[in-house]
């Protein structure tokens, strides 16, 4: 291929009409995998869910074939149709910072605490697990990006994904992360899953943290992205 055709594909790449397509296109494949799964959680045929949903069966394919595009976009009516008709919060089928394998990774932890646990687990026990699946698999079963903050590795999208389990309880099937539960057993059989103080003592160890020679209260690279490949 000629450099003129490269440098034309870059810049279309980069071109911001280029950039708000692809941006598009991931939010529905995004939305798609929510309400695809979420419905199989509840175990509603697509027709069902349309029934619920007031709309019609033909809209709720086309969303979960992430084809559904009208010029309005979604809308707020049926966004607010769909999370009632769901049993979840609003913000799981719109905010783009919820992705459903985070989602049923924190059920499945919610759920093997008894549904009791703080912060610092909520946040510490994806860390552990996804810097082992980095070293073992090569990638992170969760979208969250681990910073270096004053007490521990953290993603304020901890707190949208909290939201959704305040006070709630979910049946869910475990699609994206049911390949991945035996290795998530063997991490969090090696720690003290209760103890958030511990947790948070332990990912000082961690070599990310130890690559940045993080100490606890010090502000070494605050503000920075962790590597969880080094």
């Known amino acids: 291929m000629s450099s003129s055709k490269l440098k034309n594909i870059r810049e279309f790449i980069n071109s911001p009409l280029h950039q708000e397509r692809a941006l598009h296109i991931k939010r529905a494949i995004l939305l798609s995998e929510k309400i695809y799964w979420r419905r199989k959680d509840l ?9 619920r949903a007031d709309t019609t069966q033909r809209i709720i394919s086309e969303i979960e074939e992430g084809v559904y595009t009208p010029k309005s ?27 459903r394998k985070t989602f049923e990774l924190f059920a499945y932890l919610w759920k093997k605490l008894e549904w009791k646990w703080d912060i610092m687990q909520f946040m510490k026990l994806p860390y552990f697990i996804d810097l082992k699946s980095v070293k073992d698999l090569g990638f992170q079963i969760t979208n969250l990006e681990y910073i270096r903050y004053t007490f521990w590795p953290f993603d304020k999208k901890i707190y949208s994904y909290r939201w959704l389990f305040e006070g709630n309880q979910y049946e869910i099937t475990f ?13 969090i059989s090696k720690l003290p899953i209760e103890d958030g103080e511990q947790l948070k003592l332990l990912s000082y160890k961690t070599p990310p943290m130890q690559a940045i ?3 606890l209260w010090g502000s070494e690279h605050i503000g920075e992205r962790l590597n969880l490949a080094v």
């Open 73 to 99: 976009g979604i809308g707020d009516q049926l966004y607010d149709k769909l999370s009632l008709a769901l049993e979840i919060d609003r913000d799981y089928i719109t905010s783009d910072k919820i992705d």
């Open 213 to 215: 020679k993080a100490t």
């Open 175 to 187: 699609s994206y992360i049911e390949d991945f539960i035996p290795e998530i057993e063997s991490i």
């Open 43 to 51: 175990w509603l045929t697509q027709s069902e869910l349309a029934k």
